[in-house]
């Protein structure tokens, strides 16, 4: 049977003969660019204020860690703070991912369709939530838990490296700091993974299940597989967010210009976002606050890269699906 | 469905059936063993809890986590044979999954409400915080002026984010031009953009050049910058839902492209930008990194937006956490519970009018 497509004809070219129409299209494309605009600006300005500084200390200020204006000449790299974000983002990472899939797996396939609206209304509650006010309760009520999980995990694993902690400090650690994260990241991967789970097509899960498979074997052969694109980049939009948080991090981090290259309970590590805010009320107008304006331009192009490489999965994923 | 129209007669009877399940329904030994597998590992665990001197958490997860998946696994073969043996796993692991991330909220909004009223009262609402120091007793002093504070930046982030943000909408759903894949791309990158190098860039072009001191303004172009792709993206979604009749009928009654989209098109989706308008505004409002590098720090009520400093109530709960007096702590808690009861209301105002939206 042949079907006769309408032709759609492009109505955007046919009616631009009329001027009104002509200063509306211009005026909305030039505003259209502004997100670009901001974005150029971004790379300029505080690219600008990174040249100087990779011209004084050289590739060093990307490689080494220390940050010491008063010695003579000043010495200032942010490798261990590059390092720490990854670090502490892995952390969470490793925490939120089975977390934010259970909650959504119980979502979309187990939930009663009543429970599953109250938890997604709770999911957005939880992303809604500032990231000073997850400071502050992490401040004050995480921590005090947190130190005595570190203290079994170090009594009890403390032969595994990365539970080794030879200060009994388990304040300030990056296991806290990458805790906060995971709690960040939980609903922003939950809610991707959820709009992408619920989107498996009804007829590939009721074949399943009249072949007989039960839920695991249908999750394992149909929906993850299925959703497999769109729940990586919502794990990558969560590692993004991780990488820029700056604020609860400042509250659960001890900063230290060493590289905590893995004792993840042992107290200090490094966050560039953290850094920025810390070392900012006291920086003085001239080289300092062009080193915090360096470390933000390198934060800025690693988020960006996560970013992008997130959204393009997605956006693959999601032309496929349809 | 088919059967249905043939047996209208017989409608009410099948759909009661088919209300029933019947291949849903549940052998009783089902019933038993789950209710046993859940009691008996809780039973366990409870006994250790109250009467050993092992510590909580090891209790939970050497104990009563594999506990629990044993039990559920025995109920499984019990109940459903051996291939139920997976599926219990998984139910247990998703309702544990899902139980820790429930026990973290709670604990969240539970301590802030606990701690936050404890500083709230309706001065604690009005005043400022001029002549209050860390230790001054809790009956003085307030943040009116941080809510002032936070008002003026968001209402100024609106000013420039709103338009911008819904004109990129436009172009891309209305105007569709040739670089709609780019504006597209260029968007999702902007959202990506951490707070604090928002806040960077203003300080760079705008203060450190001497443009412009701490101020509001600066603030809310800096929450601009991280409203603009909320509100872009959300109002696109709303545009992209406004039938395709409603334009074509539009031009054929001889109206133009601009007063299609402005008077027919936007009009229709009025709702769905204000959700998108409330969604941009609950994105920024708790936003601290940015404004801790701009707005500067006042104790005072400034409604200057140019040239003075200001305080908000992130930057005023910033100011606060750490410090050394438990007054000054709880007032970062009040002003914390102050903070997520604007955001709910936000929240709440974006569901309502949400609710009619055509899927």
């Known amino acids: 049977m042949s079907v006769i497509e309408p032709q759609f004809r492009d109505l955007n070219t046919a009616a631009t003969s009329h001027r009104g129409d002509r200063i509306f299209n211009r005026t909305i494309t030039t505003l259209a660019f502004t997100a670009l605009v901001v974005l150029a600006g971004i790379t300029i300005f505080l690219g600008a204020q990174a040249v100087p500084v990779l011209q004084e200390l050289g590739p060093s200020y990307l490689t080494t860690t220390s940050w010491d204006l008063t010695v003579d000449p000043p010495t200032a790299g942010i490798f261990g703070m590059l390092y720490g974000s990854v670090l502490l983002a892995v952390i969470g990472l490793v925490i939120a991912v089975p977390a934010a899939l259970l909650l959504a797996v119980f979502m979309v396939f187990m939930a009663p369709p009543k429970v599953a609206k109250v938890l997604t209304s709770l999911v957005d509650l939880m992303a809604a939530i500032p990231s000073v006010i997850i400071g502050l309760w992490a401040f004050y009520v995480l921590t005090g838990p947190a130190v005595e999980w570190q203290q079994l995990l170090h009594e009890y694993l403390g032969w595994i490296p990365i539970f080794r902690n030879e200060s009994g400090n388990f304040l300030g650690t990056p296991f806290i700091a990458g805790f906060v994260l995971a709690i960040m990241m939980i609903p922003i991967i939950t809610s991707i993974s959820r709009e992408v789970l619920s989107h498996t097509p009804p007829e590939l899960i009721n074949a399943s299940e009249a072949l007989g498979c039960s839920m695991w074997t249908m999750l394992r052969y149909v929906a993850l597989p299925y959703g497999r694109g769109g729940i990586v980049g919502g794990i990558m939009l969560g590692l993004g967010r991780a990488m820029g948080e700056t604020i609860a991090i400042f509250f659960v981090l001890k900063l230290v210009f060493q590289v905590n290259w893995y004792e993840i309970i042992e107290s200090g590590g490094g966050s560039v976002a953290s850094l920025i805010v810390s070392k900012f009320g006291e920086a003085n107008a001239g080289f300092e606050t062009q080193l915090l304006l360096a470390a933000g331009f390198f934060l800025f192009v690693l988020t960006l890269i996560i970013n992008v490489i997130a959204n393009l999965i997605v956006a693959r994923t999601g032309r496929l699906q349809r | ?359």
Not at chain 2, 183 to 192: E, H, L, N, P, T
Not at chain 2, 265 to 289: D, F, Q, S
Request: net charge positive; charged share 10%; proline share 6%.
């Open chain 2, 1 to 359: 469905m088919s059967t249905t129209v043939f047996e209208k007669d017989r409608l009410p009877e099948l759909q009661a059936q088919q209300r029933k399940r019947p291949w849903r329904k549940r052998p009783p030994v089902f019933t038993w063993s789950v209710a046993l597998a859940v009691v008996i590992p809780a039973a366990i665990a409870a006994v250790l809890l109250f009467s050993t001197s092992i510590p909580d958490p090891i209790v939970m997860v050497v104990f009563y986590m594999p506990l629990q998946l044993i039990a559920a696994g025995v109920a499984a073969l019990v109940s459903k044979g051996r291939h139920g043996v997976a599926d219990s796993a998984i139910y247990v692991l998703a309702i544990g999954g899902s139980i820790f991330s429930l026990v973290v909220l709670i604990s969240l909004i539970g301590t802030l409400f606990v701690n936050g009223l404890k500083a709230f009262s309706t001065q604690f609402l009005f005043q400022n915080n001029v002549y209050i120091n860390p230790t001054t007793s809790l009956d003085y002093g307030g943040v009116g002026h941080a809510i002032l504070g936070t008002l003026l930046v968001v209402l100024i982030s609106m000013v420039f984010a709103i338009p911008i943000g819904i004109a990129t909408a436009i172009y891309v759903t209305e105007v569709r031009g040739r670089a709609v894949p780019y504006v597209r791309f260029f968007v999702q990158a902007m959202s990506g953009v951490p707070s604090v190098v928002a806040g960077l860039f203003i300080l760079t072009v705008l203060i450190l050049s001497g443009a412009l001191s701490s101020s509001a303004l600066a603030g809310g172009l800096a929450y601009a910058i991280l409203m603009l792709p909320t509100v872009a993206r959300t109002a696109e979604e709303v545009l992209r839902l406004i039938p395709e009749d409603l334009r074509t009928g539009a031009l054929a009654l001889g109206s133009t492209r601009a007063r299609t989209v402005l008077r027919v098109v936007l009009p229709a989706a009025k709702t769905g930008i204000i959700t998108a308008i409330v969604l941009g505004m609950a994105r920024v409002i708790g936003e601290t990194a940015p404004l801790l590098l701009v707005i500067g720090y006042s104790d005072s009520t400034e409604l200057n937006p140019f040239s003075s400093p200001i305080s908000s109530l992130p930057t005023y709960i910033f100011a606060n956490v750490d410090q050394p007096y438990p007054n000054a702590v709880t007032r970062a808690w009040g002003a914390a519970l102050v903070l997520i009861i604007l955001v709910g209301i936000l929240f709440v105002i974006a569901r309502i009018l949400g609710r009619g939206k055509v899927k």
